[in-house]
């Protein structure tokens, strides 16, 4: 059997080395953060040498039942996820999200890595790939998962483009802050989730419209991180700074991150003219972050003017919004609908780097390179999952996208595959429609797990 090499262990990493492994499979999973001489060594977004850190939110979205994330994460926990699991085993109060501990998250799964006998950890910086690239199914040759995320690094950088040949893209995302829950003045504030959907476990600072007009003018005029010779800011469009939004009109924001809709303040009954929401990082509720407030701007800036939201006059920061690189290849150029490199069918491509944006879709990816690979080391060709299902549908969407105009994509109905005329006539309502897209879909997650043989789990 082929042993499987997993290089990163961010969240597709080690998904896929467990996936593998649980399968039967030997699994060596790289990852080159590692305490060197006594110190770590990390890279420009993370903080700890763990695996699975969340180094930006820390909620894999809605558990709303009938919606396109709520799907994919029950196809995920019906295909045997350990990441789901285990985000399931640590989530904290987030109304109709799942939000989870960030540092109990990546303990657990650093220690399910560190319990399965299967996985071998090797902490150093792979450069080459070139052992992937020895054919022949029925070898002891390396089959290699690429999930080294958004951080990869220069050299294997530079070996992905020679080997796909015709290069990749990079854009950058970014990291929201964090402040002390102590330092919230809560009496400036109110909880609440919106339309009240689940519980109310968010923060809400409430602005009228003078604050809100005197925040929005700060913002403006604060002064940016500085950039780089080498950098060239090509934000992702789903996820881009609050500046940027700023700028693009005074009204912007609050139809944006700071969107009162269904926010209703109960200590007035009104809506305010803005919100700035806070959720949970973890169970002691101790820390916040502020959601949707990702920055390029000074640390010095950044405290001057998130201190101007009301509940936040006398904030202590844990963290401060950041900017880093996200590396990711021009998928439909390159991949197969298994996560093949077309040109060295024995390395795959799994997580952000593979064209997928968000926690979740970067475990499912993780998941399905691990089923995919797991087939390849006994000689089998795999068996895509069926475009109905949401798993499908995102890998589909990576694969068949158009390669001149690619960028990584959530799960979203949009991504689904249609229904079909008829019942688009008789199905009218659009809740109703996502329903019968999602009853489908696991109906066809059903049947692909039937004919493969993968192991039947109940969901949760």
């Avoid at 001149?404 to 008789?426: G, H, K, M, V, W």
Wanted: proline share 5%.
């Amino acid at each position: 059997m082929t042993r499987i090499r997993v290089i990163g262990a961010g969240l597709a990493g080690p998904e896929a080395a467990l996936t593998a492994a649980r399968l039967g499979c030997e699994v060596d999973l790289y990852e080159m953060r590692a305490i060197v001489h006594g110190k770590p060594r990390l890279t420009p977004a993370h903080q700890t040498t763990e695996f699975g850190e969340l180094v930006c939110s820390n909620s894999l979205k809605s558990e709303s039942e009938n919606t396109a994330p709520w799907l994919l994460k029950q196809e995920m926990r019906r295909a045997g996820s350990t990441l789901m699991r285990i985000a399931d085993e640590t989530a904290v109060p987030a109304g109709h999200a799942l939000a989870v501990d960030r540092v109990e998250f990546s303990r657990r799964i650093t220690e399910a890595i560190a319990a399965q006998a299967k996985i071998r950890v090797i902490r150093e910086e792979v450069t080459s790939l070139s052992p992937g690239l020895v054919e022949g199914r029925n070898g002891a040759t390396h089959c290699t998962i690429v999930a080294t995320g958004p951080l990869t690094s220069d050299a294997l950088s530079r070996e992905i483009e020679r080997l796909a040949g015709s290069g990749h893209l990079a854009f950058y995302d970014s990291i929201s802050p964090i402040v002390e829950a102590e330092s919230i003045e809560m009496n400036r504030v109110y909880f609440a989730a919106r339309w009240d959907k689940g519980t109310a476990d968010y923060v809400n600072c409430p602005m009228d419209r003078s604050e809100y007009e005197r925040f929005l003018n700060a913002l403006l005029a604060a002064e940016p991180a500085e950039e780089k010779a080498w950098e060239k800011l090509d934000y992702f469009e789903g996820c881009l700074p609050i500046e940027e939004l700023a700028r693009r009109g005074r009204d912007t924001l609050r139809f944006g991150p700071m969107k009162p809709v269904g926010l209703r303040d109960p200590r007035t009954g009104k809506t305010p003219w803005a919100v700035v929401q806070l959720r949970k990082e973890n169970l002691r509720a101790d820390s916040y972050n502020l959601v949707g407030f990702q920055n390029h701007l000074k640390f010095g800036e950044q405290a001057r003017v998130l201190r101007l939201i009301p509940g936040l006059e006398n904030a202590r920061f844990l963290r401060y919004g950041q900017i880093h690189r996200n590396t990711y290849i021009c998928a439909p150029a390159l991949l197969d609908q298994c996560l093949r490199l077309k040109s060295a069918p024995v390395i795959m491509f799994a997580g952000q780097i593979c064209g997928v944006e968000g926690y979740t879709e970067s475990i499912a990816s993780g998941m399905l390179a691990g089923i995919y690979a797991a087939a390849l080391s006994r000689g089998e060709e795999p068996v895509p999952l069926p475009r109905a299902t949401a798993l499908g549908s995102l890998v589909h969407y990576v694969t068949h996208a158009d390669a001149r105009s690619f960028q990584p994509a959530n799960i979203t109905f949009d991504l689904l595959e249609p229904l079909d005329d008829e019942t688009r006539r008789r199905v009218r309502d659009k809740k109703e429609r996502h329903r019968v897209q999602c009853e489908r879909a696991l109906a066809a997650f059903e049947d692909w797990r039937a004919a493969t043989g993968h192991p039947a789990l109940e969901p949760r």
